[in-house]
Nanobody, 126 residues
Framework: EVELVESGGGSVQAGGSLRLSCAAS????????MAWYRQAPGKERGRVTS????????YYSDSVKGRFTISRDNANNTMYLQMNHLKPEDTAMYYC???????????????????WGQGTQVTVSS
């Protein structure tokens, strides 16, 4: 089992920044995919960014590329999402997720992830 706890959400004005944290505990060694997803009201949960432990190469959705940065502090089992130049359309509940790489899905599919945090709300006002 892996427990994930997010923190760092809040309300900011457009153009502002936030840093989300995801603290992991439990059997984290078996999870080589880590990701941030977000879900806005009435919309599906979508992958914002993910990172595969095998390569350390991150993926970013086009909507956040150049503005968001994923990072990991392996010593403290914590993952971060630095969000800069926030836009109103970034408003959503943000979830961190842990899972396993597969030959078919890599770290791309939501089905790769079997551990989820409770979510942290990010609200960006114009």
């Amino acid at each position: 089992e892996v427990e994930l706890v997010e923190s760092g959400g809040g309300s900011v004005q457009a153009g502002g920044s936030l840093r989300l944290s995801c603290a992991a505990s439990g059997n984290t060694d078996s999870n080589n995919c880590m990701a941030w997803y977000r879900q806005a009201p009435g919309k599906e949960r979508g992958r914002v960014t993910s990172i595969f432990a095998g390569t350390g190469v991150p993926y970013y959705s086009d909507s956040v590329k150049g503005r968001f940065t994923i990072s990991r502090d392996n010593a403290n089992n914590t993952m971060y999402l630095q969000m800069n130049h926030l836009k109103p359309e970034d408003t959503a509940m943000y979830y961190c997720a842990a899972g396993s790489w597969t030959t078919v899905g890599g770290c791309r599919k939501i089905s790769n992830y079997n551990f989820w945090g409770q979510g942290t709300q990010v609200t960006v006002s114009s």
